[in-house]
């Protein structure tokens, strides 16, 4: 009896520690989309933002973005994968095909979903009856449930330092994304309150794909290397299907990639002070 109560507390305990990492996962994802909107209130106080600054910082995003799927998905996965699967190449093997469905996975959506880039024009089937601003707002859509996917899925590896500056450099890029997409929708006309109400309505679907992520994770532990390199494979396919080419379509291909290149080591230094 003594026995069987221990392996019941040891179960309860077990639950405990699972509802609270997805609870934390939740919160630290809502954290993340919430930046949006905190990164867009500068646009109460100015009347628009120049093409060249909004460049530059979509630039700095796709560097954090860039940096995380490595530093914080993609090495983590491959260590996972060894501990789990024996030889050289299989380890290696499962996690490069779980980064390949992620991406195809986000393609697809991305294809069939009716969306607007910033410059490029309407993409995706059936958008002749959507509204211009849902069309923007399916697109940034795109953008953050993949990094509330990777935020989950961090958290449900149960290495909360590393989680932790995973969700971090995603809501310190998200603060440039939301001034950029604010941005983007005042030059279109809409009115500076609505602007910044939009962007941070997109970031408030990253705590949904941290839901999904920390969930399958934590209740399936053997599948932590393929989630993170899912996540990894969503992230890297966003970056150069959406934001970078959108960063080089007025001219500011150097000002982008400078951003670029800062938001790079911002995030290499955010994943090593907080490991």
């Given at each position: 009896?003594?026995?069987?109560?221990?392996?019941?507390?040891?179960?309860?305990?077990?639950?405990?520690?699972?509802?609270?990492?997805?609870?934390?996962?939740?919160?630290?994802?809502?954290?993340?989309?919430?930046?949006?909107?905190?990164?867009?209130?500068?646009?109460?106080?100015?009347?628009?933002?120049?093409?060249?600054?909004?460049?530059?910082?979509?630039?700095?995003?796709?560097?954090?973005?860039?940096?995380?799927?490595?530093?914080?998905?993609?090495?983590?996965?491959?260590?996972?994968?060894?501990?789990?699967?024996?030889?050289?190449?299989?380890?290696?093997?499962?996690?490069?095909?779980?980064?390949?469905?992620?991406?195809?996975?986000?393609?697809?959506?991305?294809?069939?979903?009716?969306?607007?880039?910033?410059?490029?024009?309407?993409?995706?089937?059936?958008?002749?009856?959507?509204?211009?601003?849902?069309?923007?707002?399916?697109?940034?859509?795109?953008?953050?449930?993949?990094?509330?996917?990777?935020?989950?899925?961090?958290?449900?590896?149960?290495?909360?330092?590393?989680?932790a500056s995973l969700a971090i450099?995603?809501?310190?890029?998200?603060?440039?994304?939301?001034?950029?997409?604010?941005?983007?929708?005042?030059?279109?006309?809409?009115?500076?309150?609505?602007?910044?109400?939009?962007?941070?309505?997109?970031?408030?679907?990253?705590?949904?794909?941290?839901?999904?992520?920390?969930?399958?994770?934590?209740?399936?532990?053997?599948?932590?290397?393929?989630?993170?390199?899912?996540?990894?494979?969503?992230m890297l396919f966003v970056i150069?299907?959406?934001?970078?080419?959108?960063?080089?379509?007025r001219g500011h291909e150097r000002?982008?990639?400078?951003?670029?290149?800062?938001?790079?080591?911002?995030?290499?230094?955010?994943?090593?002070?907080?490991?």
């Amino acid at each position: 009896m003594v026995v069987a109560a221990f392996v019941s507390s040891d179960h309860e305990l077990g639950d405990v520690m699972m509802a609270s990492n997805v609870l934390i996962a939740v919160g630290a994802s809502a954290a993340a989309g919430a930046a949006t909107g905190l990164g867009a209130l500068p646009l109460l106080l100015v009347k628009r933002i120049s093409p060249r600054t909004e460049d530059a910082m979509l630039g700095f995003a796709a560097g954090v973005m860039t940096a995380a799927a490595f530093f914080s998905l993609l090495l983590p996965g491959l260590d996972a994968a060894r501990a789990q699967i024996e030889g050289q190449v299989a380890p290696v093997a499962s996690v490069a095909a779980a980064l390949l469905a992620g991406a195809v996975v986000i393609g697809l959506i991305e294809w069939y979903a009716p969306h607007e880039h910033f410059i490029h024009g309407r993409q995706g089937r059936s958008t002749a009856d959507l509204k211009r601003v849902w069309l923007f707002v399916i697109a940034i859509t795109l953008h953050n449930v993949p990094e509330g996917l990777a935020v989950g899925v961090g958290f449900g590896g149960n290495d909360m330092a590393q989680a932790a500056s995973l969700a971090i450099a995603i809501r310190t890029q998200n603060l440039p994304e939301g001034l950029a997409v604010a941005g983007s929708l005042l030059t279109l006309g809409y009115s500076r309150l609505a602007s910044v109400a939009l962007a941070l309505g997109t970031g408030l679907v990253e705590p949904l794909g941290g839901l999904l992520g920390v969930t399958a994770v934590t209740f399936a532990g053997p599948i932590l290397p393929w989630g993170m390199g899912f996540s990894a494979g969503a992230m890297l396919f966003v970056i150069s299907h959406e934001i970078i080419p959108e960063t080089h379509r007025r001219g500011h291909e150097r000002l982008a990639t400078g951003g670029f290149m800062l938001g790079l080591p911002t995030m290499m230094i955010l994943d090593v002070a907080f490991a």
